[in-house]
C-alpha cells in the first residue's frame, strides 16, 4: 500500500489544479539554480573545455588514476564487509547468549567500536600496529588496516542489526524451536538466525555503500582509494574541482548500483518465501528505500 | 602525551566538535524532517526532490561535500556565509553536516513512519485532518517516536563525522591532530587522546538512546 | 535455496583466498637498500614541478634529485618503487621501513630529526606568495593586511603567516590544488608556501601566464632527504651523491627543466653545501 493512498485523499478538482501550479513552480525553481550555477562556475572559468576533455579523450584519465581509485575502493569495500558480517554474527549473536559474561564481553566491544572514529582507528593500526608485524608486507600494511577499521566499524553496527532482528521475531519462534527438543544454540541456528538474516538482507546491503564511501578515509594512511587518485588527477591536469565532481558521479552511480541490487535480491526473497510485510509499511513510497521495506525496521540500522 | 595535552588546546578543540555536533545536529534534524515529509506528501515534483536530495547526499564521501561547498558553492557559484573566512568555514561546516546527515534523519523518520500502523492514518483522514494536519498531529509524533533508534545512531554518526572539517580548515579535534603531527611528527599519543576524547563524547549518547528508544516506544 | 547461499558464501571465501594470494605474492622483493635489488623511495604524487604523477610516469625536482640518487646507490631508475608520502606521513613511512628514503619537499627541523635523519639540503626554499598575474597590490607579505589568503591546514606556512599577520584572512584546504581553484577562481588573493611548489604551480600549462610567483621569501626551508634515523652509512653515500650532481650540472639542469618555465630562480644559499651526517 503506498503512501498516497494512505496520508491522503484522492485530490479533488482544485487540489489537482493547486498541485499543477506547486509543480510547475518546483520545476522553475530547480531550472533556475541549475543557470545559476552553470553561469557562476562558466564566469569562473571552471567550465573551460581543456579541463573537461581530457575526460573524454585521454585515457590515461581513467587507466592510470580513476579506474585504479575505483578498483582499490571496490576491493576495500568487499573484503570489509565480507568479514564485518562473520564478526556481526558472532558479537551478534554473542550479545544474544545466556551468558553474562559472553553478553557483556560482546556488548563492550560492539558499543567500544562503534564510537571511536574510523579515521582514528585507521590511523592507529595502520601507523602504530601493523608496521610492526612481519607476516603483514608493508605494501599491504594501508589495504589491512583500512578493512581491519571498516570491519571493525561496520561489523559492530552488523552485529546491532543481527541482535535486534532476532529479538524482532515473533516469541513463537523460539518457544516452538525449544518445544520441539532443540538446544537453545540449534533454536538460534536453524530457526531464529535464518529468519533474521533474511531480514537483514538490505540493510546489510545498506552497510556496504556505508563501507565503499567509508574506504574515502584510507587516503590518511596512504591507501590510494577513488577520491585520493581524484585529488592526484586534479593536480596533474590542473582541474581539481572537475575531478571531484567526476568522482563523486562515480560514488554516486556506484552505490546507486549497489542500492538497486540490494533491492533486486530483497523482492526476489520476498517472493520466494511469501512477504509478511504485506499489512503494509505506511512510506513504501513509488521507490521504496531498503531499509524501509519492512514492518518493523530493527533499532541501530545502516550508519552514515 | 602529558606534554600536547599541556602545550595544545585539546579541550578547546573538543568544545569546536561539540559546537559543530550540537547545531548540524539541529540543522539536520530540521532538513531531515522537512525532506521526509517531501517524499511523502502529494505533490509528485516534491516527491521526486526528495528522493533526489536522498539518492545524492547519502551516496557521496562526506569529504567531498565538505570541499565541494567550499570551492564551489562558496568560491565559484559565490554564496560566502561570512566575508571572515574562518567564520565561512564554520558555517559550510555546520550546513553540509546538516545537509549529509539530514538524508539520513529522513530515512530514519520514514521508517518511523513505518512503525506507524495503517489505521492510524486512515483514522486520522476519516475525521476530516487534511495531509499536513494528519502528519503534525498522529503520525509524526509517532514516527519520531518510533525512529529513536537510527536517530541516535545518526547522532553518534554525525559526532564522529565532524572530523571531517579539517579538510576545509576547521579547527576541531581531528584539525587539531593533523597540526600536532605537523609540528611533532606523527605521535600516538596524540592519537589515543583524540580517540579517548570522542569515545567519551558518543558513548553517553549511545547508552541514552537506547535508554530513550525502550522508555518511549509506542506500545502497541 | 541453501545451495544458492552455499554458492555465494564459496565464492566469497574463493574471492578472499585470491586476495590474499595477491597479498603474498606482490611482496617478492624485499626492497632492502643493501640488496640492489631495488628501491622504495617516497615523493610526493601530487605536487607540479616536484613530485607528479603525470600518466603512468612520476615527474619534478624531487623524483630527478632521487633518480640521481639511486643511480649512485647502484640501482637503475626503472628499480624505483615510487610510494606516495603526504606531508604527515613522511615520519611513520621512514620509522616502518615502508620506504629507504623520502624527497617530499620534506624541510629540515630540529623536531623531525628526533625520529628521523636528513642527508642534505639539496634544495633551500623559502616561503613566498603566489598571487594572480593582474594583481599588483601584493608585494610582500607585509602587504596583506585585509587580504584573502589560503593555505594547507595545519602546514607549517599557515601556521607561521597566522603567527606573523593576526589580521589576515585564511582559507585551509587539505591540498594546494584546491587553494589554486579557489585562486584562479578570484575567491582568494594570495596562496602561500614554498618559493618551489608555487613555482611548479606556476609553471603548469593550465596556469601559465594566470599566475604569478611574488619572488619575496620569507623564511628558510631546507630540503633534505629524510631516511632512517642513525643510519649514517646510507645518509654519507646519499650526501655524496647530492654533491656530485651540484658538481656535473645535473642539479642546475634539473631545477631548470621543472621549475624554470615559471621564471624560478632558486634563492640565495643554492645551491647548497649539504650538512655533514651524524
Known amino acids: 500500500m503506498s503512501a498516497q493512498a494512505v496520508l491522503f485523499d484522492a485530490p479533488g478538482p482544485r487540489a489537482r489544479a493547486r498541485h499543477r501550479i506547486l509543480t510547475v513552480l518546483g520545476a522553475l525553481l530547480v531550472l533556475a539554480v541549475a543557470f545559476v550555477v552553470v553561469r557562476k562556475m562558466n564566469d569562473a572559468g571552471q567550465l573551460d573545455s581543456a579541463l573537461w576533455t581530457p575526460f573524454l579523450t585521454d585515457p590515461a584519465v581513467w587507466s592510470e588514476y580513476l579506474l585504479l581509485g575505483l578498483w582499490a575502493t571496490v576491493k576495500a569495500a568487499v573484503f570489509s564487509i565480507a568479514l564485518a558480517g562473520a564478526f556481526g554474527l558472532l558479537f551478534g549473536t554473542g550479545r544474544l547468549s545466556h551468558n553474562a559474561a559472553v553478553r557483556w564481553a560482546c556488548g563492550v566491544i560492539v558499543e567500544f567500536f562503534r564510537a571511536v572514529p574510523v579515521l582514528i582507528m585507521m590511523l592507529f593500526l595502520g601507523f602504530g600496529v601493523y608496521p610492526t608485524i612481519d607476516a603483514i608486507p608493508d605494501s599491504q600494511v594501508p589495504l589491512v588496516a583500512v578493512v581491519t577499521a571498516l570491519t571493525l566499524y561496520n561489523g559492530s553496527v552488523v552485529a546491532e542489526l543481527v541482535r535486534a532482528g532476532v529479538r524482532n521475531l515473533p516469541k513463537g519462534q523460539g518457544e516452538a524451536g525449544l518445544s520441539i527438543g532443540l538446544t537453545r544454540g540449534q533454536t538460534l541456528r536453524l530457526v531464529q538466525l535464518p529468519q533474521a538474516l533474511r531480514h537483514m538482507l538490505p540493510a546489510l546491503i545498506g552497510q556496504f555503500v556505508v563501507a565503499l564511501k567509508d574506504s574515502a578515509l584510507g587516503y590518511a594512511i596512504l591507501y590510494q582509494e577513488l577520491l585520493t587518485w581524484g585529488k592526484t588527477l586534479g593536480s596533474a591536469y590542473s582541474n581539481t574541482v572537475p575531478a571531484y565532481l567526476v568522482v563523486a558521479l562515480m560514488f554516486i552511480l556506484l552505490n546507486v548500483g549497489l542500492t538497486h541490487l540490494a533491492m533486486a535480491v530483497d523482492r526476489r526473497m520476498s517472493r520466494r518465501l511469501g512477504d509478511q510485510g504485506a499489512a503494509g509499511p505506511l512510506a513504501t513510497g513509488p521507490e521504496p528505500e531498503l531499509e524501509v521495506l519492512h514492518a518493523a525496521p530493527p533499532p541501530g540500522r545502516t550508519q552514515p | 602525551m602529558i606534554d600536547i595535552l599541556t602545550e595544545y588546546n585539546v579541550l578547546g578543540a573538543f568544545v569546536e566538535t561539540l559546537k559543530y555536533t550540537v547545531l548540524a545536529a539541529i540543522g539536520s534534524l530540521v532538513i531531515g524532517t522537512l525532506v521526509a515529509v517531501m517524499r511523502v506528501s502529494p505533490i509528485g515534483v516534491l516527491r521526486g526532490l526528495g528522493t533526489f536530495y536522498v539518492t545524492t547526499i547519502r551516496n557521496t564521501p562526506l569529504t567531498l561535500l565538505m570541499v565541494l561547498s567550499i570551492l564551489g558553492l562558496a568560491f565559484i557559484v559565490g554564496l560566502q556565509l561570512s566575508e571572515d573566512f574562518n567564520a565561512n568555514t564554520f558555517r559550510w561546516a555546520v550546513v553540509m553536516l546538516s ?36 502528519l503534525r498531529e498522529v503520525i509524526l509524533p509517532q514516527a519520531f517516536r518510533g525512529a529513536i533508534a537510527p536517530l541516535g545512531s545518526t547522532l553518534i554518526a554525525l559526532t564522529k563525522n565532524t572530523t571531517v572539517a579539517q579538510v576545509i580548515g576547521g579547527s576541531e579535534a581531528a584539525g587539531l591532530l593533523s597540526t600536532i603531527v605537523e609540528n611533532e611528527g606523527s605521535s600516538y599519543g596524540a592519537f589515543l587522546i583524540i580517540a579517548l576524547g570522542f569515545v567519551i563524547l558518543t558513548l553517553p549518547t549511545g547508552i541514552a538512546f537506547t535508554h530513550l528508544s525502550e522508555r518511549l516506544a509506542v506500545r502497541r | 535455496m541453501i545451495t544458492r547461499r552455499r554458492l555465494a558464501a564459496l565464492s566469497a571465501c574463493a574471492a578472499l583466498a585470491v586476495g590474499l594470494a595477491a597479498c603474498g605474492g606482490s611482496d617478492s622483493s624485499t626492497g632492502d637498500s643493501a640488496s640492489g635489488a631495488g628501491l622504495k623511495v617516497g615523493i610526493k604524487f601530487d605536487q607540479p614541478g616536484l613530485g607528479l604523477k603525470q600518466g603512468s610516469e612520476y615527474k619534478g625536482l624531487d623524483v630527478d634529485v632521487a633518480t640521481y640518487v639511486a643511480g649512485k646507490l647502484g640501482t637503475p631508475a626503472d628499480k624505483i618503487t615510487w610510494v606516495q608520502a603526504p606531508s604527515a606521513q613522511r615520519e611513520s613511512l621512514i620509522e616502518t621501513g615502508q620506504v629507504d628514503f623520502i624527497v617530499a619537499t620534506y624541510s629540515i627541523t630540529d623536531a623531525r630529526k628526533e625520529k628521523v635523519s636528513f642527508a642534505g639540503p639539496y634544495l633551500i626554499a623559502g616561503q613566498d606568495l603566489l598571487v594572480r598575474a593582474d594583481e599588483a597590490a601584493i608585494t610582500g607579505p607585509e602587504a596583506l593586511a585585509g587580504k584573502k589568503l589560503c593555505s594547507v591546514k595545519g602546514s607549517t606556512s599557515a601556521q607561521k603567516v597566522k603567527d606573523q599577520n593576526p589580521g589576515v584572512n585564511l582559507q585551509e584546504f587539505a591540498t594546494y590544488s584546491e587553494c589554486m581553484a579557489a585562486l584562479t577562481s578570484r575567491a582568494v588573493d594570495a596562496l602561500t608556501t614554498d618559493d618551489t611548489i608555487l613555482a611548479g604551480y606556476a609553471a603548469q600549462e593550465q596556469y601559465k601566464g594566470k599566475v604569478k610567483v611574488v619572488g619575496k621569501t620569507f623564511s628558510q626551508e ?42 624560478y630562480k632558486p634563492g640565495a644559499g643554492n645551491p647548497p653545501t649539504p650538512d655533514a651526517c651524524s
Open chain 3, 222 to 263: 631546507r630540503y633534505g632527504i629524510g631516511l632512517k634515523k642513525g643510519n649514517v652509512d646510507l645518509c654519507t653515500k646519499i650526501t655524496d651523491a647530492i654533491n656530485s650532481m651540484i658538481k656535473d650540472g645535473d642539479w642546475q639542469k634539473a631545477v631548470d627543466a621543472n621549475l624554470g618555465p615559471a621564471g
Open chain 2, 99 to 134: 545537509v549529509y546527515h539530514a538524508a539520513f534523519v529522513a530515512e530514519a523518520l520514514r521508517s518511523g513512519v513505518n512503525t506507524v500502523p495503517t489505521g492510524q492514518a486512515e483514522a486520522a483522514r476519516s475525521i476530516g485532518l487534511t495531509f499536513g494536519q494528519s
